[in-house]
């Protein structure tokens, strides 16, 4: 037993000040409390009366932030269109690596939203609030489309989307080129 004793006494002084951590310090005289806070917050009674005076949402309160967090979800793919189109552009028209994934991205990802655009809201949507989802569905759907087109400008662009009668019909002669290229040795 006495050795015990010793050991707990033999305690380095960061694991006695992890046991007994000091006193909160007062707040200085000069230094106003931001707004919307009071020092006499700290205690445990106060915080027991603001988890008492805590209401739940209401079900129209609940109904409300679904349908916001809904529209934030479907105005999403908005957002990164303008890096798409700008690394679209950077990448050029030549068929490269690069170039070909962008592509390949630009139409897996606006097809994958739209296929799965029931799973993406079934959490926002309720009873009440059917209607409203089905507008928040609808505009993600069109952003998704919006996306799409950008990936069928890129391929349009990069000459790849059969534009010209010489492109469907075998009799009809190729356009003529304005410039060509001469590689050099």
């Known amino acids: 037993m006495s050795g015990l004793a010793t050991a707990t006494r033999a305690l380095p002084a960061w694991a006695i000040d992890l046991r007994n951590p000091p006193a909160h310090k ?3 005289a000069g230094i106003p409390d931001p707004p919307g806070f009071s020092s006499q917050s700290g205690s445990s009674s106060s915080k027991e009366n603001k988890a008492a005076q805590r209401t739940p949402p209401t079900p129209e309160e609940m109904d ?13 793919p ?3 269109l303008p890096m798409t189109g700008i690394m679209m552009y950077m990448s050029g028209n030549s068929l490269q690596i690069f170039s070909i994934m962008m592509v390949f991205m630009a139409f897996k990802n ?3 939203g739209i296929i799965g655009t029931g799973q993406a809201f079934e959490r926002f949507e309720t009873e009440t ?24 400008w890129k391929v349009n662009s990069m000459g790849l989307l ?8 075998a009799w009809e002669a190729q356009r003529e080129a304005i410039e060509h290229a001469v590689p050099a040795l």
């Not at 409300?64 to 999403?76: D, H, M, N, S």
């Open 64 to 76: 409300t932030l679904k349908v916001k967090k809904a529209w934030e979800l479907a105005l999403g």
């Open 110 to 112: 606006p097809i994958m």
């Open 162 to 169: 059969p534009t010209t009668r010489s492109d469907w019909l």
């Open 129 to 152: 609030n059917r209607a409203k989802m089905l507008q928040a569905k609808a505009a993600y759907v069109a952003m998704q489309l919006v996306a799409l087109a950008l990936g069928i």
């Open 78 to 80: 908005v957002k990164s």
């Open 26 to 28: 007062s707040k200085q």
